[in-house]
């Protein structure tokens, strides 16, 4: 019997070993945070395997993945060039993944009595749905009146105060040459150029020029014809 026992034991305390490891092995999907909590420490896990102390830290898990939010006006807003307007479409929304904000709000909600913790939609409520709306159509009459862009997937940021007579806005691809193909026909056309501003994101670019002399419809078309251009305006 002693025998035996000199056998079992050692197993019996590797089988614990098996399982208290097993059982704290966590494996974190790419769009899942799992936060480890307890024994004063706080670790994140996003994509990648961990282990966690069984009885003594906790997990919360948070997802990552893009959510849809409604945004729609329940009445005409006025924007700020006093334009009534009504919007209805769709946000998408997603949780950082940076560590240092998940710790931030892990540190201010997980844990506390009567806080179910989900992730905060900023325009979930209808102060925020007429806020975004406002924003949208603002930044879509800015780009329609003045040719400036802001918050756009495919093409960059930009913004220019105007610097008198006619603004040229063109959308065209990120190659080398640009500019000096739409300066040239600029020049040739005879005109003052008073402001310019020229930005890429990505294959696409935009340029935008302010400028002074004959401004017309037939630089617009030469200006089109440039086999890198994909649209131009004259506002």
């Known amino acids: 019997m002693t025998e035996l026992l000199k056998y079992i ?10 399982l208290l490891f097993f059982s704290g092995y966590l494996k974190a999907p790419p769009d899942t945070a799992y936060i480890i909590s ?5 670790r994140i896990l ?5 282990w966690r102390v069984p009885f003594f830290e906790r997990v919360d898990k948070l997802s990552l993945r893009i959510m849809q939010v409604d945004v729609k006006t329940s009445e005409a807003v006025p924007t700020n060039e006093f334009i009534n307007v009504t919007v209805d479409g ?7 993944s940076d560590p240092e904000l998940l710790k931030l709000a892990a540190e201010a909600l997980l844990g506390k009595p009567g806080v179910v913790c989900t992730p905060h939609l900023g325009a979930s409520t209808p102060e925020a749905e007429d806020n975004c709306a406002v924003m949208a159509a ?6 329609l009146r003045n040719g400036n ?21 063109i959308i065209h691809k990120n190659e080398p040459g640009m500019i000096s193909q739409i300066t040239a026909l600029t020049t040739e056309a005879g005109l003052n150029i008073e ?10 670019a935009y340029t935008m020029l302010d400028a002074t002399g004959a401004v ?9 014809a440039i086999p890198a251009v994909i649209r131009v305006r004259i506002l």
């Open 9 to 18: 034991i050692p197993a019996v305390v590797v089988l614990l070993l098996l």
């Open 216 to 224: 017309d419809g037939r630089l617009a078309e030469k200006l089109a």
């Open 195 to 204: 402001n310019m501003v020229n930005k890429s994101k990505k294959n696409m």
């Open 138 to 143: 603002q930044e879509l009459s800015d780009y």
């Open 149 to 169: 862009i802001a918050h756009s997937v495919n093409l960059p940021e930009v913004h220019q105060p105007r610097a008198g007579g006619k603004r040229i806005c």
């Open 46 to 50: 996003i994509g990648r395997a961990g």
């Open 90 to 96: 769709v946000a998408n929304v997603k949780i950082s």
């Open 38 to 42: 307890g024994l004063g420490r706080k």
